[in-house]
């Protein structure tokens, strides 16, 4: 089981990047990196995980899918 691709917009990407940029400009680099892994992971958990179920066992509904 896998999950569906998340694509993140150019604006959310900038905001990030702009959050990350102030956190580092305090003096804090390790900060923003992990700020920005941090975010990105979360979004990446947001997607909703794909199922797969077995075939059916009757012919006629096996070929509808």
Do not use: N
Not at 23 to 48: C, N, Q, R
């Amino acid at each position: 089981m896998g999950g569906r691709k998340i694509t993140v917009k150019q604006s959310a990407a900038d905001s990030i990047a702009e959050i990350a940029w102030f956190i580092e400009s305090k003096g804090m680099i390790k900060t923003a990196e992990k700020f920005s892994d941090h975010v990105y992971d979360f979004i990446g958990k947001l997607s909703p995980s794909i199922k797969s179920y077995s075939t059916c066992k009757d012919p006629v509904r096996a070929q509808l899918g």
